[in-house]
C-alpha cells in the first residue's frame, strides 16, 4: 500500500493544494445544487438524497472520489448561514480569514495539553486570552481567561469555579431568560436547584432578585446575560451588579451573544456593568464570525483558576514545571485542545478593534432597518425594537399554530430559515442577523417570503 500523503511536513502543502482545489468546487457546485439558504424537502428528503450520494460509507476498497462526493453532498444538504434568507440562529457565517487559519489549525495538529505539543500556539493562546480579559475586566488588576468549546462549556466552568471559591457549595439565582446551559449545570455539578427569578419582557428584574438574594442563604451566585438567545436582550448590569454587592453574592455574566458589543464605540455602553463581574462568558462563534468553537471564559481574580489544577506525570511533571515548562492541564478540563485560538487572533489583528466594531454596528443597524419594515407592514406585528441583532416579528392575528406552520413551510420550502421564540406568552418567530453581507433588498424579499407563505396557508394550502 503506498503511503498516504500527510497535510503537514516538507509534501503537506503540495498535497494540500490539489485537495483544497477539490474542496472549493465540492463547495461551489453543493451550494449551487442547493439553490437556497436551505436543501428542500424537510428531513426525510435531505436524508435519503445524502444517503444515495454518499452509498456505502465503509467499503471494502477505499473510494478516490470519497472528497469530492461527501464535501459536495454535505454543502447541498446544508443550512448556509452566508445566505442573507438564514436568519434562525446565532449560527454565523465565517469570515474567510478566520476560516484559512482554522486550515492551518488543523494542519499543525497542535494540542494544548503540554508545551511539547504546542510551544507556540500556547503562547499565543496567553496573548489573546489575556487581551479579551482586559478587554472585559478593564485594565486594572490581573484578570484571565479560558479557551472553551462554546458559551455551554464557559457556563459549565464559572459555576465550578464559582463553587471553589464559596467553599465547595454555591447556590445559583438566575433569570428566567437565561441560557439553558445554566441551570443545567447545577444538574452536572450537583449543586442545588437554581432559584430562578422573574424577568419581564425578557430582562431579569433588579427588584425581584433583590428579594430573591434576601431571603435565600448563601453562599450566592448571580447569572446575568448580554444577550439573550430568544430576543437578544441585556439585562440591566450595573443595577444587577449593585445587588449582588450589597448581599456578598458572585456575579457571572453570560455575554455569549452581546460580549462583542465590546468593540463597537458606538454600543459598547449597552454593556455598562460587565467590568463587575467575576466570570464572563464570550462566545465568538456567534457575533464575531469564527468556525466553531470560539468560547472565552474570563476571571477577574486569577487565582480562581487554582480549583482547575491538576497532575498528570506524562504531561505536567513536577520538575518539568520547575524547570520552566509551562503547565497547561489546567487551563481547561479538557485534556487534548485543537488550537482555537489561532483563528481568533488572525481575525483580532486582522481586523482590529475597529473593524470588528463597524461589523457589529452593520448586523445591528441590518435589526434596525427589518424591525422597521416589520412595524411599517400591516400584516405583521414588531414584538419590540432589537436591542442587538434579533427582531421577534409574527403574523398580526395569527395562532401560534399558525406561528409555527410557517415557519415549518419555509424550511421545508428551503426558502427560509427563521427561529421561534415565546416570549410575552406567545409565539414569535425570529430573525437573528449575523451576515455583515445582507442588504436592505434582502430583508424586504425575506419579509414578503414570510407574507406570501402565511397567505398560502391561510388558503388551505400545505408545504410540500
Known amino acids: 500500500m503506498r503511503t498516504p500523503s500527510l497535510a503537514s511536513g516538507p509534501e503537506g502543502a503540495r498535497a494540500l493544494r490539489p485537495l483544497l482545489a477539490t474542496v472549493l468546487d465540492a463547495l461551489d457546485t453543493g451550494a449551487r445544487s ?6 428542500a424537502g424537510g428531513p426525510q428528503a435531505v436524508a435519503a438524497r445524502l444517503r444515495r450520494a454518499v452509498g456505502e460509507i465503509l467499503p471494502g476498497r477505499g473510494d478516490p472520489q470519497a472528497l469530492l462526493t461527501l464535501v459536495r453532498a454535505v454543502a447541498e444538504g446544508a443550512a448556509d448561514p452566508a445566505h442573507p434568507r438564514c436568519a434562525a440562529h446565532l449560527h454565523c457565517p465565517p469570515l474567510a480569514v478566520a476560516a484559512a487559519a482554522d486550515l492551518a489549525a488543523s494542519v499543525l495538529n497542535p494540542s494544548l495539553d503540554s508545551w511539547d505539543q504546542a510551544p507556540a500556539a500556547s503562547e499565543l493562546e496567553a496573548m489573546v486570552t489575556q487581551a479579551l480579559a482586559r478587554e472585559i475586566h478593564g485594565p486594572g488588576g490581573n484578570p484571565d481567561a479560558l479557551a472553551t468549546t462554546g458559551g455551554t462549556e464557559a457556563n459549565h466552568l464559572a459555576l465550578l469555579l464559582a463553587r471553589e471559591a464559596r467553599g465547595g457549595t454555591v447556590r445559583l439565582v438566575v433569570g428566567d431568560n437565561a441560557h439553558h446551559s445554566l441551570p443545567r449545570a447545577t444538574w452536572l455539578l450537583g449543586l442545588p436547584d437554581p432559584v430562578v427569578v422573574a424577568a419581564p419582557g425578557g ?3 433588579p427588584a425581584a432578585l ?21 430576543a437578544g436582550l441585556i439585562d440591566p448590569l450595573p443595577e444587577i451588579a449593585d445587588r449582588c454587592a450589597a448581599h456578598g453574592a458572585r456575579l457571572h455574566i453570560d455575554a455569549a451573544y452581546g460580549g462583542a458589543l465590546l468593540f463597537s464605540t458606538r454600543r459598547r455602553t449597552l454593556l455598562d456593568g460587565l467590568d463587575a463581574a467575576d466570570t464572563v462568558t464570550l462566545d465568538l462563534h456567534k457575533l464575531g464570525w469564527q468556525p466553531a468553537a470560539a468560547g472565552i471564559l474570563t476571571v477577574r481574580d486569577p487565582g480562581d483558576l487554582a480549583a482547575l489544577r491538576h497532575r498528570a506525570d506524562y504531561l505536567n511533571a513536577d520538575d518539568d514545571t520547575d524547570a520552566g515548562l509551562p503547565d497547561l492541564l489546567g487551563r481547561s478540563l479538557r485534556t487534548t485542545r485543537r488550537p482555537d485560538i489561532l483563528k481568533l487572533a488572525v481575525t483580532l489583528k486582522t481586523f482590529g478593534r475597529d473593524g470588528l466594531g463597524a461589523l457589529v454596528d452593520q448586523v445591528c443597524a441590518r435589526a434596525e432597518e427589518f424591525a422597521a419594515l416589520v412595524r411599517d407592514h400591516p400584516g405583521f406585528d414588531l414584538h419590540a425594537p432589537p436591542a442587538l441583532s434579533t427582531v421577534l416579528f409574527r403574523p398580526t392575528a395569527a395562532p401560534d399554530t399558525t406561528v409555527a406552520a410557517v415557519r415549518r413551510a419555509l424550511l421545508t420550502d428551503g426558502t427560509a430559515v427563521l427561529g421561534r421564540a415565546r416570549l410575552d406568552g406567545r409565539l414569535w418567530l425570529k430573525a437573528t442577523l449575523l451576515n455583515p453581507a445582507t442588504g436592505p433588498d434582502d430583508l424586504a424579499a425575506l419579509l414578503h417570503l414570510v407574507a406570501a407563505r402565511r397567505a398560502t396557508l391561510a388558503e388551505g394550502h400545505t408545504p410540500r
Open 34 to 39: 442547493r439553490g437556497g439558504p436551505l436543501p
Open 203 to 205: 430582562r431579569l428584574d
Open 210 to 230: 433583590d428579594a430573591a438574594l434576601s431571603r435565600t442563604p448563601g453562599p450566592l451566585l448571580v447569572a446575568a446575560t448580554a444577550g439573550t438567545t430568544d
